[in-house]
């Protein structure tokens, strides 16, 4: 069974989501391009913006949860989010960004990371979760089953819940499926969490004001 959707779709609640976050540190990301490494990524207190030509996963996993986290300043933040799972996934020609306002003497100052562009392999991840906020992608998902308790998806193709600060309803709604394809991605995230997460052609850059993926 397939079902599409096509054309630039913004789901807020319930968004099939790709691609991980961030890396906050060159060292960081060094370790991740050389090497299968754990990795559990969050902008405290910002969202990031992610664009990829292309994800291709499998075992996927969907439910509905309530991210918490702080600001810049301290302040204890909560955001509605869809968590999306997969068991494996290849990223290809992916760009991340997170830009950080009100630096003394700065004003903003933007992080971006590529990696997985034209002459490398793919970024991978296994065990891959991300909360997402909004997206835009055109997306086929293959042996699709809508509908399921969030609490059930443990038994599906899926990792299940990732469970930790996450606050989720177990009995709530969930949606999985065998195969997720994903192309001309465009996604706002708050968190990620991998297993392992390996990327090719690593590029990390810094710049003073903004500059994001799209």
Known sequence: MESHVRGGTR????????????AATAAIGVAL?????????????????????RLDGTGFSQYGAIDSGYTL??????????VSAFETAKITNMCQSVVTPGIPLLGSVSL?????????DPVEAKQLYIDVEDLEADAVFEDIDIGVAAGDLKDGPGPGMKGGKEQANPHGFGQQARVATLTDVKQTAWATTAGTFKLSGLKMSLHKGVKECY
């Open 112 to 120: 971006t990371l590529n990696a997985g562009g034209k002459g490398h």
């Open 73 to 82: 300043k301290g302040e204890k933040v909560a955001h509605p989010v869809a």
């Open 33 to 53: 391009a050389q090497g299968a490494l754990a990795a559990s990524f969050s902008v405290s207190g910002q969202s990031f913006k992610v664009r990829a030509d």
């Open 11 to 22: 789901w807020k609640r319930f968004a099939v989501v790709m691609v991980p976050s961030v």
